[in-house]
């Protein structure tokens, strides 16, 4: 439903997406997942035509988004990260807008307008201005608009930023309930944990270019069953190089004077080796041990935390 | 109609009434200054503010007084306060813009005069003021005149009797006697002045008749009206940026029927707000300054056309700037000159010619001048078609031009 290929985004000399390709299939949720900067936004920029692209192609359903731009838009549906809602407005108003943006109208404008309501918990609330509604309420809001017109493909950039716990929750609910509806949903995020719970296929990205993609499990395979263990201090690295090196089966993914990152197979049982050797190289002052997870995968592929 | 142009109108409808005060902030700032100039400027009825004109006499002479008394005597006397300071001070007070002019009256004047002598009048006018000291101007070059005729047909006969006051101020009995003398002179005179071809018959003049003078409230108020528009179509276009801040213009981007459509319903929306407010203003434009009826419609279309000219004008400016606070204070500084040499704060009759030359060359001056033409006179169906057809095309580039940059660069960046 969505195929993107080889596609570049260059702002003068700096590249903001680096030859990216992926497909989305319908009925699935596929997240693109990196740190801010690292080009999710301009990707859903390109395929939602805000952004032309510097090379590359996107197309959704089959048509070409700069060359069929009209025909691709038809069947998109966008919830970006700012709140693309009106305050003096109704919900029931804000979302017969949105639908009307995309050639509803009439009756069907309004039984639709009714049903998103109901989906996304607002029938009750449906008169009131937006400007009495909390942020979680004009979050879900703010994703009605982006499924009003009934979109094949769904880009969600970002969604659930400065939402709480609660309508998070509801959030990605909703986001399921598109996809089991046989929507291809594109979901950005930065947060790990609702890419591990929501995506059926990911995609890594950082500085414009795509890391790793593939299932949930097929990543973690990349990672093995290796844990992620961080070592806090002050530390001799070239000595604490050497000094893990003779442990055998240990690869250092980060090394500095203040912080040694190093993934190993059953980490807890190793620890108190892992202690002596880079003990011998300086001082630990602190121990973190992390299971395989995206971002022991993200921290593996990049050296570095995921950054908010 | 395009969906999402009859749903952009609808929704900024909506929001704008929604938003009463705002509304009334734009509609009432005009208004606000519209009175206070009008008041400052003496409304349509009670005292006319007056300009010091100041008369220095180093003659003294029964003439020369009499010359300072013209000020002071009929429309004269509506327009200046005629005072008699000393020369220094009256020349301080001109440096400090106090005052239309100074007039100094020399030594040896009415006697010169009487004898038909070269003699001088110095006028020393404010720099400031144009209208004013034009007057005084204007009026002593008849001086000269005045004196030639008069010393032809009475000279000789007057000249003994105004000598003999060079001395002493004259008695209720010798005026009383100069008095006779020139109506003795002028009946004389009459049969070869007044010949009696015309019957002037006299009656006295209704008080609404008194009224017809200059009124600064009804020469302001089409002005008022405009600037009303202008502040609704700054107000209103500086929306385009808060949507784009807001993501709705992201969204929008992805819709099938592209961002022209977008603006084009907010202009409607626009339009539909400021097109019950021009009819409004011109219903009281009717009612209190007797605009004439039967051309408020043409007014009406013309009022909603400049309307929609001034939002495209404003609109090209946010789309046109790289930031919100950029848009802002480039609207700002396209405002507030607009408004001035527009004669939006100003009527043209008030500014210097050159800059109100200039004035009726902007948007909103050009239209105001063809406003308050139509209203005040007849004009051909050709010159009003041409006019509406030059405003139409206008409007057409400029929304055009604003719809590209928005398509191409305003979202996108």
Known sequence: ?308 | MNALVRATALKDLRERLRDPAALALWVGIPIVIGVLMSLGMGGSSGPKPKSPLYVVDHDETFVSKGLGLAFERGPFAELFDVSTPTEHEARAALADDRGSALIVIPKGFGAALLRDEATELELVENPAQRILPGIVEQTLALVPELAFHLNQLIGPDLRARFESFDDHEPSDTEIVALSLELRHQIERLQKFLFPPVLELTTEAASEGDANTGFSFGAAFFPSLLFMSLIFLAHGFAEDIWKEKRQGALRRLVASPQGLAGFLLGKLLGALAIAAPIAAVGLAIGWSAFDMPAARLPLAWAWLVLAMALFWCLFALVQVTSSSERGANVVGNMVLFPLLMLGGSFFPFEVMPSWMAAIGRWTPNGWALTRFRGWLERDASVGAIALAFGAMVVLIAAAFAFGARRLERSFVRN
Request: charged fraction near 25%; hydrophobic fraction near 40%; glycine fraction near 10%.
């Open chain 1, 1 to 308: 439903m969505i195929a993107v290929q080889d596609l570049v985004k260059r702002y003068g000399d700096s590249l903001a997406v680096d030859g990216v390709s992926f497909t989305a299939d319908a009925g699935r949720i596929f997240g693109l997942l990196g740190p801010n900067g690292a080009g999710k936004s301009t990707t859903i920029g390109c395929i939602s035509g805000l952004v032309e692209p510097s090379s590359g192609s996107v197309s959704v359903l089959g048509h070409d988004v700069q060359r069929d731009a009209r025909a691709a838009r038809q069947t998109l549906g966008i919830v970006p990260q700012e709140l693309a809602v009106y305050e003096d407005l109704s919900a029931t108003e804000n979302l017969e807008y949105w639908g009307a943006a995309w050639g509803l109208a009439g009756a069907d404008l309004r039984s639709r307008v009714r049903e998103v309501l109901s989906e996304i918990g607002l029938a009750d609330r449906a008169k009131e201005p937006v400007k009495r509604f909390s942020g979680g309420m004009k979050r879900r809001l703010n994703f009605g608009a982006g499924i009003v017109h009934r979109p094949k493909v769904l880009l969600l950039d970002e969604p659930t930023v400065g939402v709480d716990p609660q309508s998070r929750v509801k959030l990605l609910d909703l986001v399921r309930a598109q996809a089991a509806n046989g929507t291809c949903v594109l979901y950005t995020t930065h947060y790990m944990e609702e890419a591990e719970t929501l995506c059926t296929r990911l995609a890594i990205l950082d500085h414009g270019k795509m890391l790793a993609a593939g299932t949930l499990e097929e990543l973690r395979a990349r990672l093995g069953e290796l844990d992620l263990v961080f070592f806090g201090g002050r530390f001799d690295v070239a000595r604490g190089r050497a000094a893990l090196a003779s442990l055998g089966s240990i690869e250092v993914v980060q090394a500095s004077e203040s912080e040694f990152a190093l993934a190993c197979a059953e980490a807890s049982k190793r620890l108190p080796q892992l202690l002596g050797a880079l003990g011998s190289a300086g001082e630990v002052r602190e121990t973190t041990l992390k299971r395989p997870s995206l971002e022991s995968l993200f921290i593996k592929l990049t050296g570095k935390e995921l950054r908010e």
